[in-house]
């Protein structure tokens, strides 16, 4: 007959560490927190526009996000925004010719106004990146996407008129005072990011806030009011284990 002979058992071999086939995960902190800040412009839909000499639209962001996972996360961000605009609006004109008895009048004329908002948005976050092409440490762009709800803090304008408008020896102008308003809006936005490091990430952020049925005087928004953000910035990554960590 013919015999044959079967063996079981195992066998353990030992690869010399610089042999070893390197995982960037393995090297990877998980590291949650993160803090940043940018600068930018801003835009709005108005149902009216005047050029005049308005000035530029600018904004402010700071925020602060932890990651629960390496796709879902909580973010709080604070944007001050500083909207430029130029309208045919009523203002008071006084004649003060005669100090003892000053005329006034009503006028209308082109306004150059800046408005100013806070927005203060308590947002969820995903990394789009990792959902759709999985997890790589070694990635160095993501793309995330952040919604949530805004409290739209509308703080008052400034107006003064325009160089073009004449103004009158011994006259001094008034200008209606808008009133600051408070609503609850909501935010959505996006985030792409480049690593400079495994801390450090230059990012380019887009957000559209609705105002919810926030009064605007002379910021002539449409039904649906809405502005965008466009932000320019930086970010740090850390863990408080790791800041720490001597």
Request: proline share 2%; no cysteine.
């Given at each position: 007959g013919h015999y044959g002979t079967v063996l079981v058992g195992l066998r353990v071999s030992t690869i010399p560490k610089k042999f070893q086939k390197w995982i960037p995960e393995h090297d990877y902190i998980f590291e949650p927190l993160t803090v940043g800040g940018s600068i930018g412009t801003n835009f709005a839909q108005t149902s009216m526009s005047y050029k005049g000499g308005h000035g530029i639209n600018y904004n402010i962001q700071l925020f602060a996000q932890y990651q629960f996972n390496r796709v879902s996360s909580a973010r709080i961000s604070?944007?001050?925004?500083?909207?430029?605009?130029?309208?045919?609006?009523?203002y008071a004109d006084y004649d003060a010719t005669n100090p003892k008895k000053v005329k006034y009048k009503a006028r209308k004329g082109l306004l150059n106004n800046r408005y100013k908002f806070s927005l203060l948005s308590f947002d969820y976050g995903i990394n789009?990146?990792?959902v759709l092409a999985g997890y790589d440490p070694t990635r160095k762009i993501d793309l995330?996407?952040?919604?949530?709800?805004?409290?739209?803090m509308f703080r008052g304008g400034t107006s003064e008129l325009d160089d073009s408008e004449q103004k009158?020896?011994?006259?001094?102008?008034?200008?209606?005072?808008?009133?600051?308003?408070?609503?609850?809006g909501f935010n959505a936005g996006l985030k792409l990011?480049?690593?400079i490091n495994d801390h450090v990430a230059a990012y380019f952020s887009p957000t559209l806030y609705w105002l919810g049925d926030m009064p605007t005087a002379g910021l002539y928004m449409h039904k649906f009011k809405y502005l965008e953000t466009l932000n320019i910035g930086v970010q740090y990554n850390f863990s408080i284990e790791n800041l720490f960590k001597k």
């Open positions: 604070y944007e001050y925004v500083s909207m430029a605009s130029s309208d045919i609006m009523t789009l990146s990792n995330e996407a952040y919604f949530g709800p805004t409290i739209a009158l020896e011994n006259h001094y102008y008034k200008y209606n005072k808008i009133k600051s308003q408070t609503r609850i990011k480049y690593a």
